[in-house]
Structures are given as C-alpha cells and as structure tokens.
C-alpha cells in the first residue's frame, strides 16, 4: 500500500500562509489525480483541492483565489500553498487520490489552526 505523510501544519494567525506537503511512497503517484482534504472533529472530510497527473487544478470554492496545489512528481510530493488564511480554514489536512473508489491508506495528517 502507499504510504502518505503530510507536514507544514502549524499555528497562524489570520491572513497569514502556510506551505503543506504530501510525500507518497510509491511512484504511482505520478499517474494518479492527487487531492488535499479537511477535516474538522464532528464534521465530513471535505475535498480542499485537486491535481490531476498532468497538472489541472480544481478548488473547493471556499479557498479559491488563496489556496494554490502544485506537484512535483519527481519527488512524488503534492503541496498546498495557503495564503490568506481564515479562521474557518482550522482543520487536519490529508492528502489521497482523488476516487470513486478506494482511498489509498490515510496518513496521519498535519494539523492547521488559524487564530489570533
């Protein structure tokens, strides 16, 4: 199985950026459409944005216009560029692939908490 370990989580304050990576284990992740998710306790997962293997890029219409996913698949790495970020946006981050069927196994994610 693939081996997902997120990192770059951290405290900041309103309005400020953070930088997330994704590091896959295995080299299939340069075929595989890759995703950043959320979460907050209580609530569902919620897809942030999405990487196709050849670069396209989609957004969660609430980060549009500041979040920003990249991939080096080289490095077999997904990233997400925060800026501007809102209280709103606190939550676990976890990287997988983007499916309609079977996730990859979830990493332990990187916590993000945006407050003053």
């Known amino acids: 199985q693939v081996q997902l370990v997120e990192s770059g989580g951290g405290l900041v304050q309103p309005g400020g950026s953070l930088r997330l990576s994704c590091a896959a284990s295995d080299s299939i992740f340069r075929f595989s459409a890759m995703a950043w998710y959320r979460q907050v306790p209580g609530k569902r997962r919620e897809l942030v944005a999405g990487?196709?293997?050849?670069?396209?890029?989609n957004y969660a219409d609430s980060v549009k216009g500041r979040f920003t996913i990249s991939r080096d698949n080289a490095k077999n790495t997904v990233y997400l560029q925060m800026n501007n970020l809102k209280p709103e946006d606190t939550a676990v981050y976890y990287c997988?692939?983007?499916?309609?069927?079977?996730?990859?196994?979830w990493g332990q994610g990187t916590h993000v908490t945006v407050s003053s």
């Open positions: 990487i196709t293997s050849g670069g396209s890029t």
């Open positions: 997988n692939v983007v499916t309609g069927g079977q996730y990859w196994d």
